[in-house]
């Protein structure tokens, strides 16, 4: 998904961001609606919890778009690997959470690694980085907000796919508007509607599944654990964005990646440990 976004903000400079991320809200509620349905997102224990999540998420997402317009995308997901530290203060004020002294040093690896590459980047771009880590932060707090409202509201991921995509289409729809007018210019290029439309399906699915599996994850773990799964996720983005679409890293830029994805696998570790000692003690 993080590749797709890439393509389509960078080299295929797609105008229509916004356009992109209502189709994926529409097909989504569309879907869920028809083969779920029972909905109710005007009922008081949605809105009470949800609006706020839908928010974070939307800026997330447009944001991201934003920004890979211009990182290079190994270096955009080292920015955005300190969703982590994020999480960890955002999670603590909001739910009350503690995480161990390993996980902790797992995010503090992740944090230098970061601060590392980015002075190893020669495309460093001041805003690009400002809007990736604006990105990363809104995500890691939609994420947590989202596990607050499965906690508070007894909400399913299946549920919170739902809510928020037929929120975030209410966000995305004027900003559409002020799109169009660029977008019909762009659709007018030789074949660029028909790369619209096969663009949009593998985007619409990734998009749907990406959505679920985080607010899975989220539920079976903690909002922390997410973000920090995405390391695993960002190792094999950046070997594709590297392939793809290049980077300008110089032997500094290299050693903060790898300190970043070895924070990353240093939190993975702790947090299973954590987690299997805390099985242990309930089954005892």
Same mark, same amino acid.
């Given at each position: 998904?993080t590749?797709?976004?890439?393509?389509?903000?960078? &080299?295929?400079?797609?105008?229509g961001?916004s356009?992109?991320?209502l189709?994926?809200c529409?097909?989504t509620?569309?879907a869920? &609606?028809?083969f779920?349905?029972?909905?109710?997102?005007?009922?008081?224990?949605?809105?009470?919890?949800l609006?706020a999540?839908t928010?974070?998420k &939307?800026?997330?997402?447009?944001l991201s778009f934003? &920004?890979?317009?211009?990182?290079s995308l190994?270096?955009?997901?080292?920015?955005?690997r300190l969703?982590?530290v994020?999480?960890m203060?955002?999670?603590?004020?909001?739910?009350?959470t503690?995480?161990?002294?390993?996980?902790?040093?797992g995010?503090v690896?992740?944090s230098?690694?970061? !601060?590392?590459?980015?002075f190893g980047?020669?495309?460093?771009d001041?805003?690009?980085?400002m809007?990736?880590?604006?990105?990363a932060?809104?995500?890691?707090?939609?994420?947590?907000?989202?596990?607050?409202?499965?906690?508070?509201?007894?909400?399913s991921?299946?549920d919170?796919?739902?809510?928020?995509a037929?929120?975030?289409?209410?966000?995305?729809?004027?900003?559409?508007?002020l799109?169009?007018?660029?977008?019909?210019?762009?659709l007018?290029?030789?074949?660029?509607?028909?790369n619209?439309?096969q663009?949009?399906?593998?985007?619409?699915?990734?998009?749907a599944v990406?959505?679920?599996?985080?607010?899975w994850?989220?539920?079976?773990?903690?909002p922390l654990?997410?973000?920090?799964?995405?390391?695993?996720?960002?190792?094999?983005s950046?070997?594709v964005?590297?392939?793809?679409?290049g980077a300008?890293?110089?032997?500094l830029?290299? !050693?903060?990646?790898?300190g970043?994805?070895?924070?990353?696998f240093?939190?993975s570790?702790?947090?299973?440990?954590?987690?299997?000692?805390?099985?242990s003690?309930?089954?005892?």
């Amino acid at each position: 998904m993080t590749s797709l976004t890439k393509y389509a903000a960078s &080299a295929w400079q797609f105008p229509g961001s916004s356009l992109l991320l209502l189709i994926e809200c529409w097909a989504t509620v569309a879907a869920l &609606a028809i083969f779920r349905g029972g909905y109710q997102p005007w009922s008081w224990k949605v809105l009470r919890h949800l609006p706020a999540a839908t928010i974070a998420k &939307a800026l997330n997402m447009y944001l991201s778009f934003i &920004a890979m317009r211009r990182t290079s995308l190994p270096v955009y997901n080292i920015l955005k690997r300190l969703q982590p530290v994020y999480a960890m203060i955002q999670d603590r004020f909001i739910r009350g959470t503690c995480p161990d002294y390993m996980e902790c040093m797992g995010v503090v690896l992740i944090s230098a690694g970061t !601060i590392v590459t980015g002075f190893g980047d020669l495309d460093f771009d001041l805003s690009g980085y400002m809007l990736a880590l604006s990105a990363a932060g809104c995500q890691s707090l939609y994420l947590v907000l989202a596990r607050n409202a499965q906690d508070e509201a007894e909400l399913s991921s299946m549920d919170l796919v739902f809510y928020t995509a037929f929120y975030n289409s209410l966000l995305f729809a004027p900003l559409t508007l002020l799109e169009l007018p660029d977008v019909v210019v762009f659709l007018q290029g030789p074949g660029e509607v028909s790369n619209l439309l096969q663009f949009l399906l593998p985007y619409v699915l990734l998009g749907a599944v990406l959505n679920f599996a985080t607010f899975w994850c989220t539920a079976e773990n903690s909002p922390l654990a997410t973000a920090v799964a995405g390391t695993s996720k960002g190792v094999l983005s950046t070997v594709v964005g590297m392939l793809l679409f290049g980077a300008h890293l110089t032997s500094l830029g290299w !050693i903060g990646l790898a300190g970043s994805t070895m924070g990353g696998f240093v939190y993975s570790l702790a947090h299973g440990r954590h987690s299997n000692t805390k099985s242990s003690k309930r089954t005892s």
